[in-house]
């Protein structure tokens, strides 16, 4: 009877509720960081391509995608193919998630969507060109930070501007990867 009694008691303890991990932060959220005011649904409407990312960025299902304006504000769209050399299989993936204005500069993800697409539930534009050719975008948490451009080639010193940018609110540049194609 004590052997059982000890054994319901352990198993008592055992089954304590371990707390989840706290998200890793790709930036040291005490360095001052800001949305660039003056971007507009406008701005970003096209195609895009990914040009440097974090490692652990929310955006890789794929490495171009497109914002279209909608009724909430905007809508993230992006058609993908990921393959697996080990599986020798690949796999085409699309997207479509909506955003409304959260502030100057600012989108906060509406609805619920698929969670395989990997889409942030908020991101911040935090610098472009003054023709709208090449954004730094990510969110003050810290969960993602990526640079994107209208073209996938060119415009070097509007990508090191950018990486400048990211490493002045915090964000490890020395992380960021380039992305060829």
């Not at 959220?29 to 929310?58: K, Y």
Request: one cysteine or more; proline letters at 6%.
């Amino acid at each position: 009877m004590r052997a059982l009694a000890a054994l319901l008691l352990l198993g008592a303890c055992t089954a304590t509720a371990v707390p989840p991990a706290p998200p890793v932060s790709l930036r040291n959220v005490a360095a001052p960081i800001g949305s660039q005011v003056n971007v507009t649904a406008a701005d970003l409407t096209g195609d895009w391509m990914v040009r440097q990312i974090l490692a652990e960025n929310a955006f890789r299902p794929g490495y171009e995608f497109g914002f279209a304006r909608a009724d909430s504000g905007l809508s993230l769209q992006w058609e993908a193919v990921g393959c697996s050399e080990v599986a020798n299989l690949c796999e085409s993936f699309s997207a479509n998630v909506d955003y409304a204005a959260d502030g100057p500069g600012r989108w906060v993800r509406t609805g619920s969507p698929d969670a395989a697409s990997g889409a942030p539930a908020r991101f911040w534009i935090l610098w472009t060109d003054i023709d709208r050719r090449t954004l730094a975008i990510g969110d003050p948490k810290g969960s993602f930070a990526m640079i994107i451009d209208r073209r996938s080639s060119g415009g070097d010193d509007r990508i090191i501007a950018a990486r400048e940018i990211l490493d002045w609110y915090g964000f490890d540049v020395a992380d960021l990867v380039d992305v060829r194609r």
